[in-house]
């Protein structure tokens, strides 16, 4: 099984539709957790951090749940823009290591 | 500096030669990684470095494959022998300091390896 899972998509929506990925990770002493995106051909950046109580920034919510081992994250109001892959990130307890899920690609269309 | 640096951008090389990648880290960074990412796929890991040492080089995938980091700034990774299926694109990141933003990355734009 692998470290970090997520659904590779495509995930094919409207403009201003909502859309919601999930992350499962299989390491149930995971402590940090962050959403990373990427656009074809460059590097990823980070999209936000995860906290245990979730969060939001403007458009986007992050949760997490940590008894079914997952993370995830909602899209209000797709934009064009947002049309890109989107990687879960998991930090296992206090290692050092951070591991990438493969990534889910998300297409908004007009 | 501002931000990550890699070079080269883009290297082909023919299968047999050796490369060197090089990464310069964001300034005050002590942690370093290199990642390694073939087409539509997500990131390896292959190595990480705190101040001038490794911890764990068990992401490194052969033997032909080693990395060094000195005066805790600059890393090169080095790829021997180069094989077809070392063609990737070769990340590499720093990672804030303890406190706020502690354990984000800040990736380079890469390094795209072709081996021919």
């Known amino acids: 099984r692998k470290e970090v899972e997520q659904d590779p998509g495509p995930f094919n929506v409207p403009e201003g539709a909502t859309v919601a990925f999930n992350c499962t990770y299989s390491?149930?002493?995971?402590?940090?957790f962050f959403w990373y995106r990427q656009d074809c051909r460059k590097e990823p950046k980070l999209l936000m951090s995860?906290?245990?109580s979730g969060n939001e920034d403007g458009r986007f919510t992050a949760q997490l749940n940590r008894a079914s081992q997952y993370i995830s994250l909602l899209i209000r109001d797709s934009k064009l823009s947002d049309s890109a892959t989107y990687l879960c990130v998991v930090k296992m307890d206090s290692s050092y290591k951070l591991i990438f899920g493969s990534g889910t690609r998300l297409l908004v269309r007009p | 500096g501002a931000g990550v640096s890699q070079s080269p951008s883009n290297k082909v090389t023919e299968k047999g030669k050796d490369v060197e990648l090089r990464c310069d880290p964001i300034?005050?960074?002590?942690?370093l990684y290199w990642y390694r990412q073939s087409l539509g796929q997500g990131l390896e890991f292959l190595i990480y470095?705190?101040?001038?040492?490794?911890?764990?080089k068990s992401g490194l995938p052969s033997d032909r494959f080693s990395a060094e980091r000195t005066g805790g700034s600059v890393s090169t990774l080095t790829i021997q022998r180069t094989q077809q299926e070392d063609s990737a694109v070769y990340l590499c990141?720093?990672?804030?300091?303890?406190?706020?933003?502690?354990?984000?990355?800040?990736f380079g734009a890469g390094s795209r390896l072709t081996v021919l």
């Open positions: 990141a720093s990672r804030s300091p303890a406190g706020s933003g502690a354990n984000v990355l800040t």
């Open positions: 470095f705190q101040g001038n040492s490794a911890p764990d």
């Open positions: 995860v906290y245990s």
């Open positions: 300034s005050g960074h002590t942690a």
């Open positions: 390491n149930s002493a995971s402590q940090s």
